[in-house]
């Protein structure tokens, strides 16, 4: 009885090991860079929103101040989205007949409120809250980007959990003065090494990384 | 539940053996049935933890291949995008991501409870006491825990509604108005209407008006459960409808006559459960510590804090207070007291007359009115009253008998003399009304029927027009409290189902239909402040005396004033001042005879739950355990082991149950201390038209219970052989252990404050472990709970459910030992079980040191935090509930299945937008309310302090009537909590296993009267070991 597997399919038995350990391992590196992609965090990602806002212009052009807008974010856990009513303050004045600005005119007018996409999403099981941050210390910019910069919103940074936790651990990387808070394109008077870990003691900066801080 | 007839003689037996349990939760436990056994060693008892559901072999296979296809994508859910929806014109005081907090009151009962209620952008989540209001100072009960669910019922209607067919506003009014001007030739002999108890001046003016302008026309007020025998025995009295209001800060004796005055279902519970708890905390002089006899049929929350309980039947009652009084020399009274009783009426008419001025006798509502009426001639005599009892003015506008009026307006129905009815609020009175007057029949021959409630009820069912009603979380009204003080009642939001308030539908009577709520009730308060002090204290005894404040009269003042009311709660000033009665004289020359007592008696209660029936589609409240039998989603026949012995029962056997003609069959439950030959059963069960929770859950015992006894008389009982599944939770989360609940007495305790430390099983010393030791620097948060103070009354489970989005699972999930409740109040029994002494032992979280949960779970997904909390991370949880089989306390609760509702929309209005909604296959339990312990944080830090003492309070410890749970800060050597902990009574749940749980509980005490026999309290168990010993038997 001749054999069942020819000779050539040692070599094929010894490939295919190969093989699989290598999509194994390409598995193993693919899959942590794939969770970290855009494709999944949503980063970067552009929305169809109802107008074309531009923070370029509002707030590099202009200098509108972040919490002209923004009026909750010392005070509570979200920044708050302005109402029509704040938009319509100026542009009752200005840009008053421009076709872009019809939903805003309708929706005031019609007392129907704007839909926007949320573009800095976190899941529902985690809770932020953006007054003891400002507090603190942490830029608006830190999380949101260069937003004078943006003509339109998008969300820089992951969100995802490894990135709070970096600055969780270690706060005095990222903190800044709190006359900063505001400030787009910060950059430190002295070395942050130096800075850093002063301003954690000055602020009494706590690195808060018990799971029911953020999550509950 | 047990499967075969227990033995109760070997049950007595092992009790009176000194090695037997001294405390204990059920018959089963004490009989170690197989059952129980069950329930004790089992993690979860068997069928919660196996999925035994009937399942078809197709329903398999599908089951089995989604899960296949959704087992590799779970991981890769992409998240929904969202939307976020900002106001066109945001209100100025709304900061988004802050609630904001309302004062309003809710009325039930004819009694309104001071609240404040949480709103999340225009949401009213969740219900808290108002600490300001003069009346209940911040206590809340279930009810009102509980109405924010009820808001929220998908089954309210939602359409004004002739014969089932739409129909707008106007159509309702011109059909009101037909009628009115069809009944002006009459002067509207041919017109009634039909309410609630009204403690609203406001709209017991508007009706009054109505009546003012036909005269011939009546108003009816109607509650089930009436508190008749109290208004009829304040007249027999003193001549007067006046309301006995009770301070018991000032009662060093209390003896209550069937009177169940602690528990949330009976008025003024909130206020009196706190002003007795103030009397029994021992804090500093434990000769202010109180003595409190109850003398009653069913185990009552009242008669569980009793120092002396006499078990009777409600109809010996009458003999027992009678004998009392003559005992005490109350002039023309005697009276033998029910044989057994002597001893007990000789002492406590001793102790009470040792106690002039400081003493209390209050008289149940179920009991005659000769009973009241010689209960205020015991505290006439005693000289309380004016003392520890004062007489005010009652609550509701214009005081009834409110039996007498219905009974009159079925007879009128029946002879044909009423042409319209209109029928406002949840009194339900098709469904409720007696069974001999067959209401619904008369109300056939009426020929306009009109119905105005929340729900499309059993009433609604038989009338051509139905009103949406407002809830009271939608509508401006106004309710005054028991002691007079009025609340303007505020709307937290639009009616959601275009519902229109009793103020509206009132309305549509008098000329000014248009009026909305808001100005009927601002119209109310504007004239009545321009009239002055008068007005606050309307129609009723001429003894009152006018409010300290005069009241301004300009607009500009009142506008003043009303932003002040609304914001404060309640309108200062408008609390009754006690009027001075005097006993009319040969007021006991009216005394009906002593009560026949029947060889058999049937009681009817108040539902602990649902009331009268009206909460009977709020799932919280259906599926809260009942505080005595721990029953959930039914009512039963409640009697005493003796008479379950006698009729060869046991639990959830059928009864057959005659009364005045009528039968019901009802299954039985085992009550230990239930009087002999007597059953109880709870009404506001077995309604047909609640809705999805609440249709034909229970038995209708309002088909028993007719008008010639509407508390308590004769009956029969047969065993019918049929048997009922009841679910009752005593055994669930049994807990293996000595010493659970520890309590002595006064005595015992002045010589030995520190003796529930020697009921330890075992000592060890403090360092005994051999994780590290944990090292808090900042907070480290505790909890301890007073046994003493504790009352069983449930507030804390239903404001838990409500704060932390807790679902309802169902009575079939919840038999199968599936609740989801974070926090369980356990009952615990001592002594004889004819007559035992009851424990309350609410069990949130131990969040212990070390943990056991922790050390099992294999993602770490509890884990332990910096200030002490055994944190519970939904989205690391896998399900394995490897840490609820290695907790001791069993307090892990597992979403077996997707209990939560998600579809339901006006549902997810109600959930507390600051805790996340579980999914099926988490574990979850108690957090301490961690939500709110990060928000008083982060305001800390923005404000660069410390957390202030008292600063987090947890739901349970702001919703409890009698201030038992103390929350706080341990490392604040000056915060209440630390210095609870210091207290010699303050002792841990299993000490012995090392876990140094955060929740420890203060050991209870009792008063016992010397001069009496009392269940005799056991030494610590400790004794049999060697103190310094580590040793274990286990």
Redesign the interface.
């Known amino acids: 009885m001749s054999q069942i597997f020819p000779k050539s399919s040692n070599i094929w038995s010894k490939a295919s090991i190969v093989v699989v350990l290598g999509v194994v391992a390409s598995l193993g590196a693919a899959l942590p860079v794939l969770q970290r992609s855009d494709f999944v965090t949503t980063a970067n990602k552009y929305k169809d929103q109802p107008v074309q806002f531009s923070h370029q212009h509002h707030v590099g052009g202009i200098g509108i101040d972040c919490r002209y807008c923004h009026t909750a974010v010392e005070v509570s856990s979200s920044a708050g989205i302005p109402p029509t009513k704040t938009c319509i303050n100026c542009h009752s004045q200005i840009w008053s007949t421009s076709p872009y600005l019809e939903p805003v005119r309708a929706s005031f007018r019609d007392d129907k409120p704007l839909k926007w996409w949320r573009v800095h999403d976190l899941p529902d099981f985690v809770y932020f809250n953006h007054s003891i941050h400002v507090k603190k210390g942490v830029g608006c910019e830190t999380c949101h980007g260069r937003v004078d910069k943006m003509p339109l919103m998008r969300q820089q940074n992951s969100l995802q959990m490894e990135w709070c936790i970096n600055c969780h651990r270690n706060p005095e990387k990222y903190v800044r003065p709190r006359s900063e808070v505001l400030t787009m394109g910060y950059q430190p008077a002295v070395a942050q090494e130096e800075l850093g870990p002063q301003l954690v003691t000055e602020y009494k900066i706590q690195s808060l990384t018990n799971c029911s801080v953020c999550h509950r | 539940m047990s499967a075969e007839q227990l033995d109760l003689n070997a049950i007595r037996a092992k009790l009176q053996d000194a090695s037997g349990p001294q405390y204990w939760r059920s018959l089963e436990a004490v009989a170690e049935t197989p059952e129980f056994k069950e329930f004790l060693h089992r993690e979860f008892p068997a069928n919660a933890s196996e999925f035994n559901d009937p399942v078809g072999r197709r329903n398999f296979l599908k089951l089995m291949s989604a899960s296949l296809a959704l087992a590799g994508v779970t991981g890769c859910t992409?998240?929904p995008?969202?939307?976020?929806?900002?106001?066109?014109?945001?209100p100025e005081e709304l900061?988004?991501?802050?609630p904001l907090f309302y004062a309003t009151a809710m009325s039930l009962g004819g009694v309104a409870t001071g609240l404040l209620v949480e709103s999340h952008e225009g949401r009213p989540t969740k219900i808290e006491g108002n600490p300001d209001h003069p009346a209940t100072r911040g206590g809340t009960d279930l009810f009102a825990q509980a109405s924010v669910l009820t808001l929220y019922d998908p089954d309210r209607t939602s359409a004004i509604t002739e014969l089932g067919e739409i129909r707008p506003w106007n159509g309702f009014v011109a059909a009101m108005r037909g009628a009115l001007s069809a009944q002006a030739a009459s002067r509207g002999a041919g017109l009634r209407i039909v309410t609630e108890t009204v403690n609203s001046p406001t709209l017991a003016a508007q009706i009054q008006q109505i009546l003012a302008a036909l005269p011939d026309a009546k108003w009816i007020q109607w509650e089930p459960t009436t508190r008749d025998h109290l208004r009829a025995g304040a007249r027999l009295a003193f001549g007067s409808y006046v309301e006995p209001v009770y301070d018991f800060t000032k009662a060093d004796v209390v003896l209550s006559l069937d009177a169940d005055f602690l528990a949330a279902e009976n008025a003024f519970g909130v206020k009196y459960a706190r002003a007795f708890a103030s009397r029994r905390r021992l804090d500093a002089n434990p000769d202010r510590f109180s003595r409190l006899y109850v003398a009653e049929a069913t185990p009552s929350v009242t008669g569980g804090r009793a120092d002396h309980r006499v078990p009777m039947k409600a109809s010996q009652v009458d003999a027992f207070a009678r004998a009392v009084a003559a005992a005490l020399g109350v002039t023309g009274i005697a009276g033998a007291a029910p044989a057994g009783t002597e001893a007990f009426v000789a002492a406590i008419a001793k102790d009470l007359a040792a106690h002039r001025g400081t003493s209390l006798v209050v008289a149940g509502e179920g009991q005659p009115p000769a009973v009241h009426a010689v209960a205020h001639a015991m505290n006439d005599l005693l000289g309380n009253a004016g003392q520890t009892v004062t007489y005010l003015p009652t609550a509701e506008a214009v005081a009834s008998e409110q039996h007498a009026a219905m009974r009159q307006l079925v007879v009128d129905m029946n002879a044909g003399r009423v042409q319209a009815l209109l029928m406002i609020g949840e009194a339900n009175p098709v469904f409720t009304a007696p069974a001999d007057w067959k209401f619904g029949d008369a109300l056939k021959k009426v020929a306009l029927r009109a119905h105005s409630g929340l729900f499309y009820d059993e009433t609604a069912e038989q009338c051509q027009w139905h009103v949406p009603s407002t809830h009271y979380l939608e509508m401006w009204s106004d309710a005054r409290s028991l002691d007079g003080t009025v609340s303007i009642v505020q709307p937290l939001l639009q009616p959601m189902n275009g519902g229109r308030s009793p103020h509206e539908v009132v309305a549509t009577l008098s000329d000014r239909t248009e009026r909305t709520g808001y100005d009927v009730v601002r119209e109310y308060w504007m004239a009545h402040t321009a009239a002055s002090a008068a007005v606050l204290t309307p129609a009723a005894p001429a003894a009152v005396t006018a409010p300290a404040e005069p009241m301004a009269t300009s607009a500009v003042t009142f506008e003043k004033q009303w932003r002040r009311w609304l914001h404060d709660g309640y309108i200062d000033g408008s609390a009754f001042a006690a009027s001075t009665v005097a006993l009319a004289a040969g007021w006991n020359a009216g005394l009906a005879g002593v009560t026949a007592v029947p060889a058999f008696e049937v009681v009817f209660k108040r539902d602990a739950s649902v009331y009268d029936g009206r909460f009977a589609n709020n799932g919280w409240l259906q599926e809260l355990p009942k505080p005595v039998t721990k029953l959930t989603w039914d009512n039963a026949a409640l009697v005493g082991p003796g008479t379950a012995e006698r009729l060869a029962v046991k639990n959830g056997d059928l009864l057959k149950v005659t009364h005045d003609g009528r039968t019901l069959d009802v299954p039985v439950w085992i009550d230990p201390g239930h009087a002999l030959d007597a059953i109880t059963i709870a009404v506001g069960y077995g309604r047909v038209r609640a809705g999805r929770v609440g249709s034909g859950v229970g038995v209708n015992t309002y088909a028993l219970r007719g008008s010639t006894a509407p508390w308590f008389g004769a009956a029969e009982v047969a065993k019918t052989g049929g048997t009922y599944e009841l679910v009752s939770t005593q055994d669930h989360w049994s807990i293996e252990g000595r010493n659970l609940v520890r309590s002595t007495n006064l005595e015992k305790y002045k010589a030995n404050p520190a003796f529930a430390h020697e009921m330890e099983h075992m000592k060890l010393s403090d360092g005994l472990t051999l994780y590290p030791k944990w090292e808090y620097s900042?907070y480290s948060w505790g909890m301890a709970i007073d046994l003493n103070t504790c009352t069983g009354c449930n507030a804390c489970v239903v404001a838990c459910q409500s704060e932390n989005n807790i679902p309802v699972v169902g009575k079939d999930q919840f038999g199968n030992g599936r609740e989801m409740h974070w926090l369980r109040v356990d009952r615990y029994y001592s002594g004889d079980i004819d007559n035992p002494d009851t424990y309350y032992q609410p069990m949130p979280c131990q969040q212990c040191e070390n943990a056991p949960c922790e050390m099992v779970c294999p993602v770490a997904a509890t884990?332990h935090?910096?200030?002490g909390?055994n944190?519970m991370?939904?989205?690391?949880c896998v399900g394995t509930r490897y840490c609820s089989n290695n907790c001791p306390w069993k307090v892990r609760r597992f979403n077996f299945t997707l209990y939560q509702d998600w579809e339901t929309p006006s549902l997810k209005m109600q959930r507390n937008p600051?805790?996340?909604?579980r999914s099926r296959g988490i574990m979850e339990k108690c957090?301490y309310c961690?939500?709110r312990?990060?928000s008083a944080r982060?305001d800390a830090?923005?404000e660069?302090r410390d957390i202030r003492d008292g600063e987090v309070v947890t739901a349970c410890e702001a919703a409890c009537p009698s201030q038992a749970i103390t929350f706080g800060n341990l490392n604040d050597p000056t915060s209440r909590v630390a210095k609870l902990k210091a207290n010699p009574r303050n002792y841990s749940m299993l000490a012995e296993l090392n876990t140094r749980p955060r929740t420890t509980y203060l050991a209870a005490v009792r008063n016992p009267n010397p001069a009496l026999p009392s269940n005799p309290t056991v030494g610590g168990h400790a004794e049999a070991h060697d103190a310094a010993s580590t040793e274990s038997e286990h």
């Open positions: 992409v998240q995008e969202e939307l976020i929806v900002p106001y066109v014109r945001q900061v988004p991501g802050k900042g884990v935090s910096a200030e909390l944190d991370v939904y989205n690391r600051d805790v996340t909604v957090t961690v939500q312990i990060n982060i830090k923005r660069d």
